[in-house]
């Protein structure tokens, strides 16, 4: 249970008052989740902290007209993300890479052996993502890289939770096709 | 796969997914669903490999401080503080709770409208009007005392022309009607021969 002085709803009151404190706990307590989004989407590092950074600049400029409502202030930042990737798309539609050199994991493994295996399966799994349908993308991205509840998801995308629920399974059965075919090329 | 098979399997996926939300312990979750243990267990592989991905992708090191140090956003944050709201925010605040209550705020312009032109009228007449004819008047009460024969005829042209309130015209008025009638009854009485009689015996 969060207190009272973190929950997202009242610092993002206080930061409507005027209070640049509850803004700071915000942008640490999103930033991260906002960011990951981002990076899947864009797949270019600098580009998504850029990014990030436009996200909360837009969202703190838009503070004066942002509504409370009953979500998570996080599904608002989470619209202002997605129409920030897909201004940067329609602007630069040819900077996304294939490269799998983009895809730099950290190294929490314990062996090299183990850092290996974990890169070549993110690699693998960046790629098979990329090749599901836009929704599907959206909602694996939502749901297992921010950790989005199912609700919020259905909230951002205007769908039901149901619906959410069938295009997570059909983008989970169609990525692990995806990955065997990949896995057979590679 | 058929459809049918293709939807138990979904609900399946769905269900697992559901229950390892809430802790479940995956051999537990497996074992619930034998007929779609294969595709749940590569489903929870696949999951997991997303997970370590999602591990994996961390903003470069010093990239929050780089951006809360950012100029903007301190500017920004800064006008904030000191004003609680900058005057564009202001703006736009203004600008969208008029876009969201139009008829509201269509209905309260009006209603302000006459709420104010009521006031000023109220103040014009106590303030503008009122003196100005009590200013006549006394001067009425002087020109009267000098004048007492025309005082009356006097009286209702001035009061007509500054003033006043309609009854007091309509009083004034039937005082004047009531004095011509009388002249008239004057007249009418007036032995007409007797005046000839005594103009000519005059020529």
Known sequence: MESEENDPKTLMRLAKEGDSRAFNKLYRLYFTPIFRYIYFRVKIKEVAEDLAQEVFLKVYRSLAVFKMTESPPLAYFFTVARNTVFDYWKKKKDILTDDLESFKIADKAKNPAEITDIKISGEIMQKAVKKLTEEQQEVIIMKFISDLPNKEIANLLSKTEETVRQIQCRALKALRQELKELSDYL | ?203
Do not use: C
Request: aromatic residues 8%; proline residues 3%; charged residues 30%.
């Open chain 2, 1 to 203: 796969m058929n459809t049918d098979e293709t939807k138990k399997l979904y609900k399946a996926m769905s269900e697992a997914m559901e229950l390892k939300e809430k802790g479940k312990q995956l051999p537990e979750i497996l074992n619930l669903f034998p007929e779609h243990r294969e595709e749940l267990e590569e489903m929870f592989q696949d999951i997991e490999v997303l997970a370590l991905l999602k591990e994996s992708i961390e903003p470069a090191e010093g990239v929050f401080e780089k951006i809360v140090a950012n100029k903007e956003i301190n500017r920004l944050l800064r006008e904030n503080e000191a004003k609680h709201f900058s005057p564009l925010q202001s703006i736009e605040l203004f600008s969208h709770w008029l876009t969201a209550k139009k008829v509201y705020v269509g209905i309260a312009v009006i209603v302000l409208i006459f709420g104010v032109s009521g006031f000023y009228y109220q103040q014009f007449q106590e303030e503008i009007i009122s003196p100005i004819a009590e200013k006549k008047e006394s001067g009425l009460a002087a020109n009267n005392s000098a004048d007492n024969d025309l005082a009356p005829k006097n009286s209702v042209v001035l009061k007509t022309e500054e003033t006043i309130s309609f009854k007091e015209m309509e009083s004034d008025l039937t005082n004047e009607i009531n004095s011509l009638s009388d002249d008239l009854n004057d007249f009418e009485g007036f032995n007409n021969d007797d005046l000839l009689e005594n103009i000519e015996t005059i020529l």
